[in-house]
């Protein structure tokens, strides 16, 4: 369950992959503009011309591969998001 996500409070950000699911147990501090983003692209592969929609819900930056390009159409959706300035509560560091 929960205790398989790793805790940004107990964890040093070095040990955690990217792109890694992680919890924070924090208070909001600041709540901040919001973020417009692409949030669901097609990404083409340039040598097999094989197409697959990927989502950059979770992501500050896509990774696109060298081979790949990404194509802008109907299924390309801009989302946004509303980042949020956290801190430890206090007592518990």
């Known amino acids: 369950g929960l205790a398989k996500i790793p805790s940004l409070n107990q964890t040093s950000t070095d040990s955690i992959p990217n792109h890694s699911l992680v919890r924070f147990r924090g208070m909001i501090q600041d709540i901040l503009d919001p973020e417009y983003y ?25 990774d ?19 980042p949020v300035f956290c801190v430890p509560i206090p007592g518990e560091s």
Do not use: Q
Not at 53 to 61: E, G, H
Not at 65 to 74: H, L, Q, R, V, Y
């Open 38 to 62: 692409t949030g669901i692209y097609e990404e083409i592969n340039k040598r097999t011309g094989t197409k697959v929609v990927k989502s950059a819900k979770y992501r500050d930056v896509v």
């Open 64 to 82: 696109i591969p060298d081979n790949c390009e990404i194509k802008e159409d109907a299924r390309t959706m801009a989302l946004s998001r509303i």
